[in-house]
């Protein structure tokens, strides 16, 4: 399981960590959104849609239709599980209504989801809140296809603290 923790400080930290990402996805990319209600699963996804080249005002959260298809490069299924309650519910669903092959797919509230995934490339988001302005976001995969995605975010960290420290005055 590869993992990298990002600490995400502000809404333009946010959207700067997803626009980053958004160029790394390629068709077929599941990625699972985790957190609880108000941890910025809807505002990442806004950027990560953006930096597709979809605009962000386009982007809502379809809680009451399940899936929101946005047009980019590549279609992208933006997939909102929270009001079900039980698997079952996604039986009158095709997994083509749910995930892109062809495309992007992202999941909010995934946890129902897990019966129609088998071996698809999956990656895991898991946000945490710190404070208001402050969340910590998690990526997790056991997907060897994410390994450009995550050697480009670790670069961006490094890079990020050596400038925070040559700034500070701090040596690295």
């Known amino acids: 399981m590869r993992n990298l923790t990002l600490e995400l400080d502000s809404l333009e930290r946010t959207d700067f960590a997803a626009r980053q990402m958004a160029p790394y996805l390629f068709?077929?990319?599941?990625?699972?959104f985790w957190g609880e209600m108000g941890s910025g699963k809807?505002?990442?996804?806004k950027s990560l849609c953006a930096g597709l080249g979809v605009h962000p005002e386009k982007v809502t959260s379809p809680t009451y239709t399940l899936v929101n298809i946005y047009q980019a490069h590549c279609p992208v299924f933006h997939v909102d599980l929270y009001r079900l309650t039980a698997p079952e519910q996604l039986h009158d669903l095709d997994r083509e209504d749910l995930i892109a092959d062809q495309g992007i797919t992202m999941?909010?509230?995934?946890?129902l989801l897990q019966d129609y995934l088998t071996d698809e490339p999956a990656l895991n988001l898991r946000f945490t809140t710190v404070s208001?302005?402050?969340?910590l976001l998690v990526l997790e995969t056991e997907s060897s296809e994410f390994d450009i995605l995550f050697n480009t975010m670790e670069q961006q960290i490094s890079f990020d603290q050596l400038?925070?420290?040559?700034l500070s005055g701090n040596s690295a």
């Not at 999941?107 to 946890?111: A, I, K, Q, S």
Request: aromatic residues 8%.
């Open 27 to 32: 068709q077929g990319s599941i990625l699972l």
């Open 42 to 45: 809807t505002t990442f996804a």
């Open 107 to 111: 999941v909010e509230w995934p946890e």
């Open 132 to 135: 208001e302005n402050q969340r």
């Open 163 to 166: 400038s925070d420290n040559s």
